[in-house]
């Protein structure tokens, strides 16, 4: 379970959000929305590990968070907005250098599953320099069928996907929910994920 009480974020002197508090239980997401800069991927980082709230608490599995804390770390993935490829390498290339990042090694059989679900096997041995901004966002979503993270923590997903990679994304993420994981998503669309299975939270 993860839960949150009173955070609370700050840029400088502006304070971006306050009094943020929310409970997740396992199969559940927080689908947060909000306007360009009120927070979003603020809150993304804090609930990953990788920054800190200026105020609030934060409780994983009931015990407390601690700042970059790596037992959080440990059960979270984080895919940022920026699909952050590398033109030179290839789909396949990319994903496995994604996977990795996060200590884990995929095995060619693997690595094509995973693209074969975002619909990249053609796509597999071209370099990411001719990819469209759709399919290179399939290649860093793709990451999510390599690997097994309890807390998905995802920034805007469904930019630059069509109507065929949104679906994907909605079935990818009610899998991930119907086996007992949780998932905060920062998005401006909507997934349609299973009825009761999210709450929504909006940063103003």
């Known amino acids: 379970m993860l839960q949150a009480h009173d955070l609370a974020a700050c840029r400088g002197e502006a304070t971006l959000f306050s009094g943020i508090g929310f ?19 603020t809150l993304l980082r804090i609930l990953a590990g990788v920054t800190h709230a200026t105020q609030g608490t934060l409780a994983w599995r009931g015990a407390p968070v601690r ?37 884990t090694r995929a095995e060619p ?20 320099r001719v990819l469209s901004q759709g399919q290179r966002r399939r290649i860093g979503l793709a990451r999510l ?7 998905w923590l995802l920034d805007e997903p ?23 994981g949780i998932a905060v998503i920062a998005t401006h669309q909507d997934l349609g994920l299973p009825a009761g299975a999210s709450q929504p939270l909006r940063l103003t």
Request: some cysteine; hydrophobic content about 50%; aromatic content about 2%.
């Open 23 to 41: 409970s997740l239980a396992p199969g559940c997401a927080l689908v947060v929305s909000g306007a360009n800069g009120s927070g979003k991927t």
């Open 67 to 103: 700042p970059f804390e790596p037992g959080l770390r440990a059960e979270a993935l984080f895919i940022g907005h920026v699909p952050a490829l590398k033109d030179e390498l290839t789909a396949e290339e990319n994903l496995a250098s994604l996977t990795s990042l996060h200590g």
């Open 109 to 128: 059989v693997a690595l094509a599953a995973a693209l074969a679900v975002w619909t990249l096997t053609r796509q597999r041995a071209l370099p990411a």
């Open 145 to 151: 069928s390599l690997l097994t993270r309890t807390l």
């Open 158 to 180: 469904a930019t630059a996907l069509d109507d065929a990679g949104i679906a994907t994304l909605r079935t990818v993420i009610a899998t991930h929910l119907a086996g007992g």
